[in-house]
């Protein structure tokens, strides 16, 4: 599995984005999907996850309310919508992807190359 992520940039507070992350590969359908970031000089922190059919979901406290993460399969892509970004949502964003069950305690072996989020205050 492949994975490449998009839709980062500046946005002022308040604002929102949709992030994407487009995969490869024919098994990417039975994986589970994640979104991290690591802002400077802090550790990379799990944001948001969606279990392979997109039944189940899971949300940092920190975004709940205002990041959704979503699947098309039949499109091999993840979004996360955010929204009423604050400046310290900036950070790099990645997509991981991981086989297996449940989201925050999996061991994710596939990661995309980060887009950058910027929120000005």
């Known amino acids: 599995v492949q994975l490449q992520a998009s839709g980062g940039g500046l946005v002022q507070a308040g604002g929102s984005l949709r992030l994407s992350c487009a995969a490869s590969g024919r098994t990417f359908s039975s994986t589970t999907v994640a979104w991290f970031r690591q802002a400077p000089g802090k550790e990379r922190e799990f944001v948001a996850g969606v279990s392979w059919r997109g039944g189940s979901t899971d949300y940092a406290d920190s975004v709940k309310g205002r990041f959704t993460i979503s699947r098309d399969n039949a499109k091999n892509t993840v979004y996360l919508q955010m929204n009423s970004l604050k400046p310290e949502d900036t950070a790099v964003y990645y997509c991981?992807?991981?086989?297996?069950?449940?989201?925050?305690?999996?061991?994710?072996?596939?990661w995309g190359q980060g887009t950058q989020v910027t929120v000005s205050s």
């Open positions: 991981a992807a991981a086989y297996g069950r449940g989201i925050r305690g999996l061991e994710y072996d596939y």
